[in-house]
């Protein structure tokens, strides 16, 4: 076998990829060294399509580490009302730059491609940086085109939908072999409107997921589990700090032995900073208190059937979205009002922070301390259920933990695309 690789390399060299003897292979033109006084941006997007942009936008130098840019290019986005997204670009000025700081914003459609996506923000890229780059080397090769808008172009269309957006989606997979298989579907459907004053949401979910193990000489082990749920919510913005609300439920889980589950909870939220800053920076409180009716498919550790439960909640949340990273902060405390002793608190987080030139920091926490399970077997579950992952059991605390380090260095700039071989499989 090692044979025959080196036998086809040689031939590669021979007839297609190398130098014939006696001829000297032609070195690689290096690219042109970028001017000094070109714009250097370091773009700062989870959304954005890196290589169309570099690819469309040629004008400035990119560069891979913030500390070595002019501008820092920063990208936040927000759902908007319409299923679609609401686009906050900062230009914020570097180094030679510092002090110049641009907000551009936009909107893209829920029926938006990713084409669509990419263009229109390729399109405020250019915007932004047109003015910093006029001023530089490749200012005698800029110019301005402007498209006429048309003449009888409405200000208010009439909406038939009256702001309501729907959306349905269906997902399955199959998996298997000789001595196991596996399938799941999933269905979701959710209906919502969103206005300045008013936001209304429903979503509706039903989940199937079932298994086969085969083991010589024994019988086949099937099992299933089944889930689905609605749920309703309404928020009034009372003003710019303060939102009224409530959620309704109403849901199964074979899983959680909760044959039919009813749920609704009034609740109050303070943000320390006005709403229409939440794309950068947000720190809520809120409250909520209600009350949820179980009924259980078999007889509970408590020796119940069913069960009325009221309870609250307090949530705090931080959120911080700013040139040196991002961070979220989560906090939850929720208890059974009638049996206090029976709680949930949780305490979660997520970062992605630049800590110095090329050397960057990703985390995600989460610690759960469990109080308040309720709705357990009394029966005790058999090895199979423990193993196969079909019945929920005992427990104090969960958690979850992932996190990284990334650290880059080599050139600074990063304007060349070059996509081959990058969905090799080999």
Known sequence: MIGRVIGLASLILCFGGGPATGQTAPSPTPPSPSPTNRVRVFLDCNL????????TVGFVDYVRDRTDADIHVLVTTQDTGGGGLSWDVQFIGVGRLQGQTLILTFNTASTASIDDRRSA???????????????????????????????AATAHAADPWDSWVFNVSFNAYVNGERSSGSDSSYLQFSANRTTDRLKSSVSTYGNLSRNRFTIEGEAPIETSTHSWGVQGL?????????????????????????????????????NVFPY???????????????????????????????????????????????????????????????????????????????????????????????????????????????????????????????????????????????????????
């Open 48 to 55: 954005c399509d890196s290589e169309h942009v570099r690819q």
């Open 234 to 270: 309404v928020v009034d913005s009372v003003n710019p700090h303060w939102s009224l609300g409530a959620t309704g439920s109403l849901s199964h889980s074979s899983f959680s032995n909760i044959d039919r589950s009813i749920g609704l909870a009034p609740a109050i939220e303070f």
């Open 276 to 426: 229409s800053q939440s794309s950068k920076r947000s720190l809520t409180v809120q409250y909520a208190a209600g009350v949820t009716h179980y009924k259980y498919a078999e007889l509970t550790v408590f020796d119940r059937l069913d069960d009325m439960v009221p309870r609250q909640a307090v949530t705090g949340n931080l959120g911080l979205h700013q040139p040196w990273g991002s961070i979220s902060l989560t906090s939850t405390l929720s208890e059974h009002l009638r049996h206090l002793d029976r709680y949930r608190a949780s305490l979660g987080g997520e970062a992605d922070v630049r800590l110095f030139k090329g050397f960057s920091f990703n985390v995600y926490l989460r610690y759960d301390r469990i109080r308040d399970q309720i709705s357990l077997r009394k029966v005790a579950a058999s090895q199979e259920d423990v193993l196969l992952r079909i019945q929920q059991l005992p427990t104090g605390y969960s958690y979850f933990a992932n996190f990284g380090i990334t650290y880059r260095f080599g050139s600074i700039f990063n304007n060349v695309v070059n996509t081959r071989f990058n969905n090799s499989g080999f």
């Open 121 to 151: 923000f390729a399109r405020i890229f250019r915007l932004g940086l047109a003015g910093p780059a006029a001023a530089s080397s490749t200012g005698s090769q800029l110019d301005v085109t402007w498209t006429r808008p048309a003449a």
